[in-house]
Antibody, heavy 121, light 113 residues
């Protein structure tokens, strides 16, 4: 059974940093692209970032480019998102999501439960 | 950016009736080389993460009831629920994965009439 368990969310002041983690199990993590998608309270889905199976292709939404960094450790079946220079508009539930392919131009076939990030002074 | 526009924003359908949700992209999401439309549909029940229903515009994910179907090509896509069940009450999103950013539609809220 595919499982994606996010952690690392919390309350943080504007301008500070946070590191999100996603522990994957139930599939060969190193063979699939991964995504981060966020959902602000009461709002729709916003794609944040994606990374291919070998980290060769990495993309970001313009809203987070230069502030967020995605990386993965295939040996540890883990995905990460480093969030720097956080803004109040970054407040959201952050989902770790598995692609159905090794490349990033692919649908998402599994989602974690999400980890909440609240940016507030 | 490719803008995904869903219609309607909300929809109320009687149990057993057909529900149709539309999704229009601001540019084609058809990959000419693969002849595949890079378009997916997701269902999000309250308090839950999204769930994949349809990918490549018309392929039903394993385990998804066959009352769900996807159609369309290029810029115009449709999610159809042939006979609405009570458990289908949810938010529905389309997403293009043809180019970055991999944009979602704004969502369609489906309710029982």
């Amino acid at each position: 059974e595919v499982q994606l368990v996010e952690s690392g969310g919390g309350l943080v002041q504007p301008g500070r940093s946070l590191k999100l983690s996603c522990a994957a199990s139930g599939f060969n993590f190193g063979e699939y692209a991964m995504h981060w998608v966020r959902q602000a309270p009461g709002k729709g889905l916003e794609w944040v970032s994606s990374i291919s199976w070998n980290s060769g292709t990495i993309d970001y939404a313009d809203s987070v480019k230069g502030r967020f960094t995605v990386f993965r450790d295939n040996a540890k079946n883990s995905l990460f998102l480093q969030l720097n220079s956080l803004r109040t508009v970054d407040t959201a539930l952050y989902y770790c999501a598995k692609a159905g392919c090794s490349f990033t131009a692919c649908y998402i076939n599994y989602w974690g439960q999400g980890t909440p990030v609240t940016v507030s002074s | 950016d490719v803008v995904m526009t869903q219609s309607p924003d909300s929809l109320a359908v009687s149990l057993g009736e057909r529900a149709t949700i539309n999704c229009k992209s601001s540019q084609s999401v058809l990959n000419i080389s693969s002849s595949k439309n890079n378009l997916a549909w997701y269902q999000q029940e309250p308090g839950q993460p999204p769930k994949l229903l349809i990918y490549w515009a018309s392929i039903r994910e394993f385990g998804v009831p066959d009352r769900f179907s996807g159609s369309g090509s290029g810029t115009d896509f449709t999610l159809t629920i042939s006979s609405l069940q009570a458990e289908d009450v949810a938010l529905y999103y389309c997403q293009q994965y043809y180019t970055t950013p991999r944009t979602f539609g704004q969502g369609t809220k489906l309710e029982i009439k």
